[in-house]
């Protein structure tokens, strides 16, 4: 009789696991991971830039425009495939700053000159200390940041493809818009 309860027990388990892995894939994002910092104001970014680059600096965040913050990397590959929408950005006239993180100093730049600078203001952390503050695990993340300063999406990955297109664009189209993000 136990044996029986005991064969059971896997089967069960199994089903009760893919029963919690269904409900989280039903969620709006699951791959989203919650920010604290949305609706506060953006913390103030690193005070050191990169040499020949405007510094950004926190009234940069506080100028009655929406501003898009873009945490980078050169030794990043999904930096680099961004990069291109960023520089699109900034031809359309959105204004665009990074803050550069974890690099040296020397690849950022050779980076920058190559494959063209999309930021009209640049902050560095590389240690890495700054991006706690924001909340960044890992490049490239970005914040749309409302021209108040307060935080008002939150994108982690790189600027590129359906998810970017789902829910950056009309989070930027709506703040834009004086909307607010969603």
Same mark, same amino acid.
């Given at each position: 009789?136990?044996?029986?309860?005991?064969?059971?027990?896997?089967?069960?388990?199994?089903?009760?696991?893919?029963?919690?892995?269904?409900?989280?894939?039903?969620?709006?994002?699951?791959?989203?991971?919650?920010?604290?910092?949305?609706?506060?104001?953006?913390?103030?970014?690193?005070?050191?830039?990169?040499?020949?680059?405007?510094?950004?600096?926190?009234?940069?965040?506080?100028?009655?425009?929406?501003?898009?913050?873009?945490?980078?990397?050169?030794?990043?590959?999904?930096?680099?495939?961004?990069?291109?929408? !960023?520089?699109?950005?900034?031809? #359309?006239?959105?204004? =665009?700053?990074?803050?550069?993180?974890?690099?040296?100093? %020397?690849? @950022?730049?050779?980076?920058?000159?190559?494959?063209?600078?999309?930021?009209?203001?640049?902050?560095?952390?590389?240690?890495?200390?700054?991006?706690?503050?924001?909340?960044?695990?890992?490049?490239?993340?970005?914040?749309?940041?409302?021209?108040?300063?307060?935080?008002?999406?939150?994108?982690?990955?790189? !600027?590129?493809?359906?998810?970017? #297109?789902?829910?950056? =664009?009309?989070?930027?189209?709506?703040?834009?818009?004086? %909307?607010? @993000?969603?």
């Amino acid at each position: 009789m136990a044996n029986r309860w005991l064969m059971a027990l896997p089967p069960a388990i199994f089903l009760g696991l893919a029963g919690m892995f269904w409900l989280g894939m039903q969620r709006e994002a699951p791959g989203e991971l919650p920010s604290a910092f949305l609706g506060r104001t953006a913390p103030a970014p690193p005070e050191t830039t990169l040499p020949g680059h405007a510094q950004l600096v926190p009234a940069d965040l506080r100028t009655g425009e929406v501003t898009v913050v873009n945490f980078w990397a050169s030794w990043c590959p999904p930096c680099r495939a961004e990069h291109p929408v !960023l520089l699109r950005m900034n031809d #359309e006239g959105i204004r =665009v700053v990074g803050i550069n993180m974890m690099d040296r100093e %020397e690849d @950022a730049l050779n980076y920058l000159a190559e494959a063209g600078n999309p930021f009209f203001a640049i902050a560095t952390d590389p240690r890495g200390r700054n991006r706690v503050e924001w909340g960044v695990t890992n490049p490239p993340e970005t914040f749309i940041v409302a021209g108040d300063g307060t935080i008002l999406f939150r994108f982690i990955g790189p !600027l590129i493809g359906t998810d970017y #297109e789902r829910r950056f =664009v009309p989070a930027l189209e709506a703040a834009l818009a004086g %909307e607010g @993000a969603p």
